[in-house]
T-cell receptor
């Protein structure tokens, strides 16, 4: 069964460094998402991406964050200058267009645990 | 802002028994969707069941069913004939119609005892 895959599973980075989290959505999906979960807290929406542009973003998704679909298969989240509070599990998700009318039902990856030291 | 509350951080159930996980939400919208996602240890979240707010009938998927009380803004998940493979973190989520954003609760960790 097709899955959303994320790499790496765990990344450690120094504060102030740039980090890129990578995701391969399911191949016929058209909507892409990033969520994050700080340890012990709720899963929080960051951004949605459709038709090569951001369709919705949260207040968390500030200028330090950017998303890109560089080659038609990968979907990346870049954090320009990481802070300690960016340490979290980051989930990528996707959904096909034909699920419109069923709400933002999404298929999730396993997550990348980002640790900022 | 919409919020989702799961008041049970942990629950346990005996294999073959029934368990109910609670979820309440707060919204002023009339067009919305509710979801239960399951996240087994070290695996991705998978959708268990979905409910459209405009549907009065409670959704059912095999052993999983919901009790959707729209006026009370309650959306509980019932798992019947619990199996060991049901052990996971369960997240309740809300989506306003027309938005791409899922709003999650904090989750309930379900343990299934043999």
């Amino acid at each position: 069964e097709p899955e959303v895959t994320q790499t790496p599973s765990h990344q450690v980075t120094q504060m102030g460094q740039e980090v890129i989290l990578r995701c391969v959505p399911i191949s016929n999906h058209l909507y892409f998402y990033w969520y994050r979960q700080i340890l012990g807290q709720k899963v929080e929406f960051l951004v949605s991406f459709y038709n090569n542009e951001i369709s919705e973003k949260s207040e968390i998704f500030d200028d330090q964050f950017s998303v890109e679909r560089p080659d038609g298969s990968n979907f990346t989240l870049k954090i320009r200058s990481t802070k300690l509070e960016d340490s979290a599990m980051y989930f990528c998700a996707s959904r096909p267009k034909h699920l419109q009318g069923r709400g933002a039902e999404a298929f999730f990856g396993q997550g990348t645990r980002l640790t900022v030291v | 802002a919409q919020t989702v509350t799961q008041s049970q951080p942990e629950m346990s159930v005996q294999e073959a028994e029934t368990v109910t996980l609670s979820c309440t939400y707060d919204t002023s919208e009339s067009d919305y969707y509710l979801f239960w996602y399951k996240q087994p240890p070290s695996r991705q979240m998978i959708l268990v069941i979905r409910q459209e707010a405009y549907k009065q009938q409670n959704a059912t998927e095999n052993r999983f069913s919901v009790n959707f009380q729209k006026a009370a803004k309650s959306f509980s998940l019932k798992i019947s004939d619990s199996q060991l493979g049901d052990a996971a973190m369960y997240f309740c989520a809300y989506n306003r119609g027309g938005s791409e954003k899922l709003v999650f609760g904090k989750g309930t960790k379900l343990t299934v005892n043999p």
